[in-house]
């Protein structure tokens, strides 16, 4: 299964690399999960969502934005704004679950940005964020949905497809060994490609 060769957006004018982002992501890993921790025993999901679901979710996310963070504020700052959404829209699931309704999960959150962007004077003449491939939408949102049942095989895939952690710094930052990562690793990949041959006719 390919995944996607590169991930880029802008910010303050100059393109940031996936290796980049990957990187900022890595060195505060521990301090994000103390964050969705945070979150989780202050909600309603608490027991119903695990902090590494949460982190792999709003990362997720956070590859979506058109603005991407440079330094660990904003960083820790954009990311407690994605998984505040992320929780929200799993609110919002169950409720409509105990209703009896449907309502299509939406991984793939707009820019945080939008709203505010559209207020500024001149806005209109910005062109949009550029809109991701079908088939890479449709990955991201498959992962984004594995993060419920399969919460650290969908951690080690984003670190390591969508950031390129390697994995002796993945397995020292979950607490596994190298072995269990690969293996999860590729177990994910599996899933995800039956997943998106369904949609391949």
Same mark, same amino acid.
């Given at each position: 299964?390919r995944?996607?060769?590169?991930v880029?957006r802008r910010s303050?004018g100059?393109?940031?690399?996936?290796?980049?982002?990957?990187?900022?992501?890595?060195s505060?890993?521990?301090?994000?999960r103390?964050?969705?921790?945070?979150q989780l025993?202050? /909600?309603?999901?608490a027991?119903?969502? /695990?902090?590494?679901?949460?982190? /792999?979710e709003?990362?997720?996310?956070?590859?979506?934005?058109?603005?991407?963070?440079?330094e660990?504020a904003h960083l820790r700052?954009?990311t407690?704004?994605?998984?505040?959404?992320a929780?929200s829209?799993?609110?919002?699931l169950r409720r409509?679950?105990?209703?009896?309704k449907?309502?299509p999960?939406?991984?793939?959150?707009?820019?945080?940005?939008g709203?505010?962007?559209?207020?500024l004077?001149?806005? /209109?003449?910005?062109?949009?964020?550029?809109?991701l491939?079908?088939v890479?939408?449709?990955?991201?949102?498959?992962?984004?949905?594995?993060?419920r049942?399969?919460?650290?095989?969908?951690?080690?895939?984003?670190?390591?497809l969508?950031?390129?952690v390697?994995?002796?710094r993945i397995a020292?930052l979950?607490?596994?060994s190298?072995?269990?990562?690969?293996?999860?690793?590729?177990?994910g990949?599996?899933k995800?490609a039956?997943?998106l041959?369904?949609?391949?006719?």
């Amino acid at each position: 299964m390919r995944t996607p060769d590169r991930v880029t957006r802008r910010s303050s004018g100059s393109a940031i690399g996936r290796k980049t982002i990957g990187t900022l992501i890595e060195s505060n890993y521990p301090e994000l999960r103390r964050i969705a921790a945070r979150q989780l025993r202050s /909600s309603r999901l608490a027991g119903t969502m /695990s902090p590494t679901s949460l982190v /792999s979710e709003s990362v997720m996310r956070l590859m979506r934005q058109r603005t991407l963070p440079r330094e660990p504020a904003h960083l820790r700052g954009l990311t407690t704004i994605l998984m505040a959404q992320a929780m929200s829209d799993r609110m919002k699931l169950r409720r409509a679950a105990k209703r009896g309704k449907h309502v299509p999960h939406s991984p793939l959150t707009p820019d945080v940005h939008g709203d505010r962007r559209r207020a500024l004077p001149g806005d /209109s003449a910005r062109p949009p964020a550029p809109a991701l491939p079908a088939v890479q939408q449709s990955l991201l949102a498959h992962m984004s949905e594995l993060t419920r049942t399969h919460p650290r095989m969908m951690e080690i895939v984003t670190l390591h497809l969508v950031l390129d952690v390697p994995m002796p710094r993945i397995a020292e930052l979950l607490g596994i060994s190298e072995r269990t990562g690969y293996r999860e690793l590729s177990e994910g990949r599996r899933k995800l490609a039956r997943r998106l041959s369904r949609e391949i006719p």
